[in-house]
């Protein structure tokens, strides 16, 4: 058994900010309220200043496992995970092969048996990552996909997106959707903007993003169907979404914290770290997506951890990869640019981070009660670190060096320590 004594405890999915003690028993939360130390406790956590939250859910993760795990698997992905807060990550399907055969499904579902977090699994869309063929949606689902993205690329097809919508509308699972035009992209990766002119580049145009993102939300509005907009980078995008949700869409939307955190000058500072696909754009498209936090059109902060390695992103801007790690700094950068700065409430951050997620994918997860599964994070708002090393794999992140806010101290799994802040003995 486990005592954590004396943690301000918020539960978004209840609404619950009061200082109180937790019981662990196994795997499950006991009691909740307060409660002597005695030696029935084999831990007790003294959390005394800090928040003691639900586990953190990322719905958009990659762990490039199989195919590239030169680069993250699950193991480690799972430990980066957990040094994050993360209890639970879905993983997307752009791994070798691919996510849309049964075998490659279970053998991730496999390795995740073994992982200290819960890690769930996407299945891909359509066949190959082509956009041409549905996969057996039924199947994969039956075989644990928790839902669907081509995440990655975009599938242009409309006719075939409208039939994927209508098949997820069926089985009750979301579709997630990579939004960028290719025909109106010269290069990904940078925005096409001021930036991108100063370095003798063409690139990304934030309407390759808009005409996608509409044409999805009315095929949302069309359908029924439960869609989930991702890393939204786009002020007219927002406004989309903002428009399709009065409409009547099911729609979700997820921002990540490099872009309500960075714009495009940055590219300048980071270089390939500041690559990502949708890439980093104007002052006016970070501050809408701040805006559409508060106001709950975006729904879910994601992080979209991207590993590559050091080689791979030591090359010429045009010649990199996309994408940065996310996953052991996204709390942090919650906690500094948007609860700090007085953007968001440390609630409203949290069930962008808990409840949210857990309610896309219709998982039990996101709250803190008696009798539910003991996925629990404590961390420390007020307390300042400074990012280092990464227990990832790859540490391709603009945010290596960079003082935050919200020092992780525990996070808990299945009732399980599955991290601990040893620095802080």
Known sequence: MILIKNGRVIDPSTKRDEVLDIVINN??????????????????????????????????????????THKEDIESGSL????????????????????????????????????????????SITKG?????????????????????DDGLPIMN????????????????????????????????INDGKISKQMGIVGASNVAE?????????????????????HISSKASVEA?????????????EATPHHFTLIEDDVLIYKTNAKMNPPLR????????????QDDTIEIIATDHAPHTYEEKNVEFTKAPSGIVGLETALALGVTNLVRKG???????????????AKLYNLESGGIKEGSKADLVIFNPNEKYVVDAFVSKSSNSPFKGHSLYGQINYTICNGNIVFENIENK
Do not use: W
């Not at 409660?35 to 800090?50: K, L, M």
């Not at 990552?129 to 993205?149: I, R």
């Not at 959707?177 to 109106?184: C, K, T």
């Open 27 to 68: 795997s499950k939360i006991d009691k909740i309220g307060k409660f002597p130390i005695t030696s029935e406790y084999e831990r007790v956590i003294d959390a005394s200043g800090n928040v003691v939250s639900p586990g953190l859910i990322d719905v958009h993760v990659h762990f490039r496992d199989p195919g590239f």
């Open 80 to 123: 980066s995970a957990a040094r994050g807060g993360f209890t639970t990550v879905v993983c997307m399907a752009n791994t070798n092969p691919i996510v849309d055969n049964e075998d490659t499904l279970n053998y991730i579902n496999e390795k995740a048996k073994i992982s200290p977090i819960n890690v769930l699994q996407v299945g």
């Open 129 to 149: 990552f082509k956009g041409e063929e549905l996969v057996d949606m039924n199947n994969l689902k039956s075989c644990g996909a928790v839902g669907f993205s």
């Open 158 to 189: 409309s006719d075939i997106i409208l039939d994927a919508m209508n098949k997820a509308k069926e089985l009750d699972v979301p579709l997630s959707f990579h939004e960028e035009d290719p025909s109106l992209i010269t290069c990904a990766g």
């Open 210 to 230: 808009d005409v996608m993102v509409a044409r999805d939300c009315m095929l949302a509005l069309k359908s029924g169907a439960k869609v989930n907009i991702q």
């Open 241 to 253: 979404v903002r428009l399709a949700k009065r409409l009547g869409a099911n729609i979700y939307a």
């Open 282 to 293: 104007t002052i006016d498209d970070k501050y809408s997506i701040i805006e559409a936090l």
């Open 343 to 357: 953007h968001l409430s440390i609630m409203k951050l949290l069930e962008k981070m808990t409840i949210n997620p």
